[in-house]
């Protein structure tokens, strides 16, 4: 397994500024992955954090409003950018290791 | 499209009451269920990994089970502890890897 840290763990933010979320693993990973979760739903991926290229999107998901870093193999950011409320939620930073995907704490995100 | 059900959305159970969750799929050739637990506030804690049917895997008072159709979170003499929301996710044969997950089961066990 791996051990993920995430960063701030949680924050309270005003519409339209921008907030990036850190995550840190303690072993080097090729796989990294950021989701959403709303209250009471699934688990929704927004990217693929490639290292050394730009980050894969999912339908739904736009890299104007969610840019996202990955300058090595231990380190990543998500920033969501011009936030509404509509984007309060927790964002999940996630690693993939043989074939399986482990989850940092979380950062739950209000947007007012 | 990969799709992955799970009932009951909430259960509640008394301490040492055993129940099950139902985890059902439908995906273009298995490569791997997964169940996690999720505290409220914390990301999700990985449980399992089930690769074919009439696979199991125990965990203390946890047993999964896995046909070709389901997947089954037995849960026996629950303590108010194991109160959490249990996700299941599959991971299909081929391309990403990337699993599609359940909206999961809220469980509540009282003391």
């Known amino acids: 397994s791996a051990v993920i840290s995430q960063k701030p763990s949680r924050d309270i933010c005003q519409r339209g500024t921008s907030l990036t979320i850190q995550c840190q693993v303690d072993?080097?990973?090729?796989?990294m992955f950021w989701y959403r979760q709303q209250p009471g739903q699934s688990l929704t991926l927004i990217a693929t954090?490639?290292?050394?290229?730009?980050?894969?999107?999912e339908s739904g998901f736009v890299i104007d409003k969610f840019p996202i870093s990955r300058p090595n193999l231990t380190f990543s950011t998500l920033t969501v950018s011009n936030m509404s409320p509509e984007d309060s939620s927790i964002y999940l930073c996630?690693?993939?290791?043989?074939?399986?995907?482990?989850f940092g704490p979380g950062t739950r995100l209000l947007v007012l | 499209e990969d799709q992955v059900t799970q009932s009951p959305e909430a259960l509640r159970l008394q301490e040492g009451e055993s129940s099950s969750l139902n985890c059902s799929y439908t995906?273009?050739?298995?490569?791997?269920l997964f169940w996690y637990r999720q505290d409220p506030g914390k990301g999700p804690e990985f449980l399992f990994t089930?690769?074919?049917a009439g696979e199991e895997k125990e965990k203390e008072r946890l047993k999964a089970t896995l046909t070709k159709k389901e997947s089954f979170l037995h849960i026996t003499a629950p303590k108010p502890e194991d109160s959490a929301t249990y996700l299941c996710?599959?991971?299909?044969?081929?391309?990403?890897?990337?699993?599609?997950f359940g909206r999961g089961t809220s469980l509540i066990v009282h003391p």
């Open positions: 996630s690693v993939g290791l043989a074939e399986t995907q482990y």
């Open positions: 072993s080097q990973v090729t796989m």
């Open positions: 995906v273009s050739g298995l490569r791997g």
């Open positions: 996710a599959v991971q299909a044969n081929g391309g990403s890897y990337i699993p599609t």
């Open positions: 089930l690769y074919s």
């Open positions: 954090a490639n290292q050394g290229s730009e980050a894969t999107y």
